[in-house]
T-cell receptor, first 117, second 113 residues
Framework: AQTVTQSQPEMSVQEAETVTLSCTYD???????LFWYKQPPSRQMILVIR??????QNATENRFSVNFQKAAKSFSLKISDSQLGDTAMYFC??????????????FGQGTILTVHP | EAEVAQSPRYKITEKSQAVAFWCDPI?????LYWYRQILGQGPELLVQ????????DSQLPKDRFSAERLKGVDSTLKIQPAELGDSAMYLC???????????FGQGTRLTVV
């Protein structure tokens, strides 16, 4: 079974600073996709960034970038120039492209990020 | 902009009563997910549909929960009878196909009293 672990229940950062959220996962599959989703308070979940496991290059999306270490099964999210609107719960998620868990989207426990002015 | 619609937004029900949630995915999206999210935790997959077929319901408590997507479009999740431990946010999500980005609705907050 695939699992996703986020070891930081809460993080905080000052506005304009950089913060990194951690995520590790466990799978026996070689082909899969990884995501970071953002869930603002009382608002719906939205996709922040996506990484294909077969790509060595780390994905970037404006102020958001990932550090994907396939051998270590690690997938961290870096937020640069943090803004007050980044305050949210962040979820790491995994979807397998093969095996018995094909297409099952699994989430971690989440990290609450607070950006302070 | 197309969105996943869920109703109701909030539901309070008494223990042992029946409750139902409705989800209308983005038009053309073949994959539909129902998740349960307890406050402060990550979403837990209850059931996944591909068109009208269930592809994963391994975590669905089938003695009390049921889900259907009869025409491969909108979907209903039912709980009967509701228990206190069912209090949670129920999220619906859809994606164009498996492995593509999932779009989430605003959820239904269920409180069982």
């Amino acid at each position: 079974a695939q699992t996703v672990t986020q070891s930081q229940p809460e993080m905080s950062v000052q506005e304009a600073e950089t913060v990194t959220l951690s995520c590790t996962y466990d799978t026996s599959e070689n082909n899969y996709y990884l995501f970071w989703y953002k869930q603002p308070p009382s608002r719906q979940m939205i996709l922040v960034i996506r990484q294909e496991a077969y790509k060595q290059q780390n994905a970037t999306e404006n102020r958001f970038s990932v550090n994907f270490q396939k051998a270590a099964k690690s997938f961290s999210l870096k937020i640069s120039d943090s803004q007050l609107g980044d305050t949210a719960m962040y979820f790491c998620a995994f979807i397998s492209a093969g095996g018995t868990s094909y297409g099952k989207l699994t989430f971690g426990q989440g990290t609450i990020l607070t950006v302070h002015p | 902009e197309a969105e996943v619609a869920q109703s109701p937004r909030y539901k309070i029900t008494e223990k042992s009563q029946a409750v139902a949630f409705w989800c209308d995915p983005i038009s053309g999206h073949a994959t539909l997910y129902w998740y349960r999210q307890i406050l402060g935790q990550g979403p837990e997959l209850l059931v996944q549909f591909q068109d009208e077929s269930v592809v994963d319901d391994s975590q669905l408590p089938k003695d009390r929960f049921s889900a259907e997507r009869l025409k491969g479009v909108d979907s209903t999740l039912k709980i009967q009878p509701a228990e206190l431990g069912d209090s949670a946010m129920y999220l619906c999500a859809s994606s164009l196909q498996v492995l593509t980005e999932a779009f989430f609705g605003q959820g239904t907050r269920l409180t069982v009293v």
